[in-house]
């Protein structure tokens, strides 16, 4: 039973253009979401998270957007730079002590 | 402030074997979660630990086990190894577990021969 899915296993933009991951979810409990980068050989780090309550947060270059309706939560890196090349993960949390991940979206940013 | 800390980073086992992995978490942070991750399968939850005390328990077999001791350091052991078990195994930690954010370390990878 996979709750957090992300479809695309893979995404290709040129340097410079806007890049969207997407993710969607089936728990409508879930209440705080997250993203996460990770480059081979290293742990997941965070990049940016959005609480149920709103529908947009923003860090520099990063923006997630939330659509509850929908169950659906987006990523978008503008502008992407190859050093963003790397696997995106969104993660839920439903307040359980336990955070979900999807199978994540390896990005890769054409110079 | 020293980040999450794994070791060992790589270990080759074979069939049958048991091995046990150790996470030092963020000093301060109480709650500490392991994950497995496989191609294709992304980070799947194995158990979270906050005050010695496990939470919260994801849907593996009982060979694969855990605890948490009272500075916060976590291990986990997999008994009884099988092919399968070849991944890469994270360890996080968090304040509490319940806000915020998971900082993760830098994995555990496992091969089983």
């Known amino acids: 039973d996979q709750q957090v899915k992300q479809n695309s296993p893979s995404l290709s933009v040129q340097e410079g253009r806007i890049s969207i991951l997407n993710c969607d979810y089936t728990?409508?409990?879930?209440?705080?979401f997250l993203w996460y980068k990770k480059y081979p050989a290293e742990g997941p780090t965070f990049l940016i998270s959005?609480?149920?309550?709103?529908d947009k947060n923003e860090d520099g270059r990063f923006t997630v957007f939330l659509n509850k309706s929908a169950k659906h939560l987006s990523l978008h890196i503008v502008p992407s730079q190859p050093g963003d090349s790397a696997v995106y993960f969104c993660?839920?949390?439903?307040?359980?002590?336990?955070?979900?991940f999807g199978t994540g979206t390896r990005l890769k940013v054409l110079a | 402030k020293a980040g999450v800390t794994q070791t060992p980073r790589y270990l080759i086992k074979t069939r049958g074997q048991q091995v046990t992995l150790s996470c030092s978490p963020i000093?301060?942070?109480?709650?500490v979660s392991w994950y497995q991750q496989t191609p294709g399968q992304g980070l799947q939850f194995l158990f979270e630990?906050?005050?010695?005390?496990?939470?919260n328990k994801g849907n593996f077999p009982g060979r694969f086990s855990g605890r948490q001791f009272s500075n916060s350091r976590s291990e986990m052991n997999v008994s009884t190894l099988e092919l399968g078990d070849s991944a890469l195994y994270l360890c996080?930690?968090?304040?509490?577990?319940?806000?915020?954010?998971?900082?993760f370390g830098e994995g555990s990878r496992l091969t089983v021969l």
């Open positions: 996080a930690s968090s304040l509490d577990g319940l806000t915020g954010e998971l900082f």
């Open positions: 728990n409508s409990m879930f209440d705080y």
């Open positions: 959005i609480s149920s309550i709103k």
């Open positions: 993660a839920a949390k439903s307040g359980t002590y336990k955070y979900i």
């Open positions: 000093s301060g942070h109480r709650s």
């Open positions: 630990y906050f005050s010695e005390t496990q939470r």
